[in-house]
């Protein structure tokens, strides 16, 4: 079956501006999550859903990240005002439960200049 | 505080010599451990984790509490398994999975 998709694959913006991810989950996976991942590191967590609810969301590292999930599967991360440092592949996972493995999706390249 | 580290970015063998990726963790409680690869062009998928005990393409890994590692090993290393090798922990009662750095494997024939 599909796996976890994500759009767009490659993003360029400018600093300042806000942007928009989109996580399509494998069908029927209620966990979901969203990572950061920077240049020559792991990814590292940034939210977690279950279901409609943002279970975890300790890792978004300010006020400008947010994310949504409204309908228990498709899931949007936010950037408002976005800063170069922000610049990172951003990957989702999802599962059948918090204790399931993640399957990863290929990740959205976010470049801010 | 979790913390996870992988003291190798790089490390190379040859093909069919044995191969082991040092992993370290730190962790007050009981933590789930996980090896996750990405081979090139592709996603990242999770290879083994501790409470499966399994070996997965040759694959194992140990957790050993008293030295806070689990290593990755493999006695005789093939091409096919160049790859970028995360290891993660996973606290026992929350979500957030911490990810090593990273180590880049690569054997040659």
């Known amino acids: 079956g599909a796996g976890v998709s994500q759009t767009p694959s490659n993003k360029v913006t400018e600093k300042g501006k806000y942007v928009e991810l989109r996580c399509d989950p494998i069908?029927?996976?209620?966990?979901l999550y969203w990572y950061r991942q920077s240049l020559g590191q792991g990814p590292e967590f940034l939210i977690y859903f279950q279901g409609t609810g943002a279970a975890d969301d300790s890792g978004l590292p300010n006020d400008r990240f947010f994310a949504v999930r409204p309908e228990g599967s498709v899931s949007t991360l936010k950037i408002q005002r976005t800063e170069r440092g922000d610049s990172a592949v951003y990957l989702c996972?999802?599962?059948?439960?918090?204790?399931?493995?993640?399957?990863f999706g290929p990740g959205t390249r976010l470049t801010v200049l | 505080a979790q913390r996870v580290t992988q003291p190798e970015k790089l490390l190379s063998v040859f093909k069919g010599a044995p191969v082991e990726l040092k992993c370290n963790y730190s962790y007050s409680g009981s933590p789930e451990l996980f090896w996750y690869v990405q081979y090139s062009r592709q996603r990242l998928q999770l290879l083994l984790r501790?409470?499966s005990r399994e070996s997965i393409k040759g694959f194992t890994a140990d957790l050993n509490k008293g030295e806070t590692s689990f290593h990755l090993k493999k006695p005789f290393a093939q091409e096919e398994d160049s790859a970028m090798y995360y290891c993660a922990l996973k606290g026992h009662n929350n979500n957030d999975m911490r990810f090593g750095a990273g180590t880049r494997l690569t054997v040659k024939p």
């Open positions: 501790h409470i």
């Open positions: 996972a999802s599962g059948r439960a918090s204790t399931d493995t993640q399957y």
């Open positions: 069908s029927g996976h209620t966990a």
